[in-house]
């Protein structure tokens, strides 16, 4: 069973940074990818950034692009997601999944619980 871990979230000021991580349990090479997406409070959950773990290929929704950049360390089965000049509407729990290179959620197949991530203004 690949169980994922999100870390690295807290409370930042706008336009501050801050670099979420996502850690396996156990070797992803047998996943195609791993997604962040994240859900604000009274909102549904969007889809943030994705990378393919063998092509190094990636996604990035229009609101963060520009501003975040996922990237991935195959050696510890970690995913990095490096967020910039951030906004209050960054505010949300943020998840990370494995599963198919896509945009939507449902291509995911594993998910962490999630990490807050709070932009004062």
């Known amino acids: 069973q690949v169980l994922l871990a999100e870390s690295g979230g807290g409370l930042v000021q706008a336009g501050g940074s801050l670099r979420l991580s996502c850690a396996a349990s156990?070797?992803?090479?047998?996943?195609?990818?791993v997604g962040w997406f994240r859900q604000g409070p009274g909102k549904e959950r969007e889809f943030v950034a994705a990378?393919?773990?063998?092509?190094?290929?990636?996604y990035y929704a229009d609101a963060v692009r520009g501003r975040f950049t996922i990237s991935r360390d195959n050696a510890k089965a970690t995913v990095y997601l490096e967020m910039n000049s951030l906004k209050p509407e960054d505010t949300a729990i943020y998840y990370c999944?494995?599963?198919?290179?896509?945009?939507?959620?449902?291509?995911?197949?594993?998910w962490g619980q999630g990490t807050q991530l709070t932009v004062s203004s």
């Open positions: 990378i393919n773990w063998r092509a190094d290929s990636t």
């Open positions: 156990q070797q992803t090479s047998g996943r195609h990818a």
């Open positions: 999944a494995a599963g198919s290179f896509a945009k939507v959620a449902g291509a995911y197949n594993s």
